[in-house]
Structures are given as structure tokens and as C-alpha cells.
T-cell receptor
């Protein structure tokens, strides 16, 4: 079974600085899909970024980018120029080909200091 | 506006009672999902459905039941057999194509005493 591990229960970052959230996963598949979701205090789950494993280029969405290391099975999220609104729980998720579900990590709480 | 509606936002029940959580979507998505969220454990899949009148158990289906009589609706019943029902429940929907993200509702906080 696939597993997703987020080893940082909590992280803090100063406003305007950069922070990286870690995620590793375990799979025997060669093709799959990875996602980062944000859950602010409202508890609404919001898609931040997605990555297809067959693409070598790292995905980028404005201030959010990933470092996808397929051989190491690592999928970290980098947030640049952190803003107060970035404070939330962040979840890494995995979806296998022909898979019908997302497997989530335990989440990382990100605190942003002004 | 298209989206997923979960109701109610907060639900309180006495132990031993069954309770049904509502989930409706108007995004025309084929697939719908129920996740449970507990502190420190992320989201765990309870049930999912890819088409009307069909659904599959997820990782923690014991004590729960679902139905999918309409494409738009996927209600979850928490039965008295569920040993620890107090949790935050999230409904999601999506397309069945592989890189499709899930869209989530705002969740229902169930408290059983």
C-alpha cells in the first residue's frame, strides 16, 4: 500500500521569507500524481499545486513551487515570500494511476510570524 | 456557483444513535469521496463512489454506510457500530482522470457524547 509521510508536524517562518515543507512517499509505481493541499483555519481544503511523476520539470504556481525527486520519492513544497495568509495546515497527497483515491500525509502546521 | 455543500456544519448526537451527513455537489463530477480527519492523522478514506449506484470501501469503512442514488448526492451514515465517531468529516468530488484534483466541501464536525 502506498504511504505518504510528512516528518514535520509544525514549521514556522518569518513573513516575506522562504520555507520548505517536506514530504516523502512509498510506491512501487513508476507513474503517479502528487498534490499539495492547504487547509486554513476555516478547514476548507484548497489545492495548492500538483505534479505528474512523468514530468521532470518541477511544478510552479506563483509563490509555490515543488522539488520533485523521483528517485528519492521526495516531494517538498517551497513557499517564497511567505504571507500571513499562508498560515495553515499543509497536506501532501498521492494518487496512483487508475487510482480512485488520494492518500494523504498527516499534515504540517505552518505558522507565519509578522 | 459550482461547489460541494456539506450540511450541517456542526452535529451533535447521543451515543447509540445513527446519524446521516449530507453531501451535495453541482460540479457534475463522477466520483465522490468521504474522508475522516482526526488530529495528527491526516485524512483517511471512508468510502468512495465512481458512478451512481456503486461505491467501494475505503481504509476505515467499518461502522459507516453510504448510498449513491443520484450523481449529485453521496450521504454518509455514521452507525452506532462506529466506535469513535467524533471527528471532522470531509466530502470531496472529482473527475476520474488520474491527475484530477479533488474538490472538497467545508466539512461537518460530528460530536457524539
Amino acid at each position: 500500500a502506498q504511504t505518504v509521510t510528512q516528518s514535520q508536524p509544525e514549521m514556522s517562518v518569518q513573513e516575506a521569507e522562504t520555507v520548505t515543507l517536506s514530504c516523502t512517499y512509498d510506491t512501487s509505481e513508476s507513474d503517479y500524481y502528487l498534490f499539495w493541499y492547504k487547509q486554513p483555519p476555516s478547514r476548507q481544503m484548497i489545492l495548492v499545486i500538483r505534479q505528474e511523476a512523468y514530468k521532470q520539470q518541477n511544478a510552479t504556481e506563483n509563490r509555490f513551487s515543488v522539488n520533485f525527486q523521483k528517485a528519492a520519492k521526495s516531494f517538498s513544497l517551497k513557499i517564497s515570500d511567505s504571507q500571513l495568509g499562508d498560515a495553515a495546515m499543509y497536506f501532501c497527497a498521492y494518487r496512483r494511476p487508475n487510482g480512485n483515491k488520494l492518500v494523504f500525509g498527516a499534515g504540517t502546521i505552518l505558522r507565519v510570524k509578522s | 456557483d459550482g461547489g460541494i455543500t456539506q450540511s450541517p456544519k456542526y452535529l451533535f448526537r447521543k451515543e447509540g444513535q445513527n446519524v446521516t451527513l449530507s453531501c451535495e455537489q453541482n460540479l457534475n463530477h463522477d466520483a465522490m469521496y468521504w474522508y475522516r480527519q482526526d488530529p495528527g492523522q491526516g485524512l483517511r478514506l471512508i468510502y468512495y463512489s465512481q458512478i451512481v449506484n456503486d461505491f467501494q470501501k475505503g481504509d476505515i469503512a467499518e461502522g459507516y454506510s453510504v448510498s449513491r442514488e443520484k450523481k449529485e448526492s453521496f450521504p454518509l451514515t455514521v452507525t452506532s457500530a462506529q466506535k469513535n465517531p467524533t471527528a471532522f468529516y470531509l466530502c470531496a468530488s472529482g473527475w476520474t482522470i488520474e491527475n484530477s484534483p479533488l474538490h472538497f466541501g467545508n466539512g461537518t464536525r460530528l460530536t457524539v457524547t
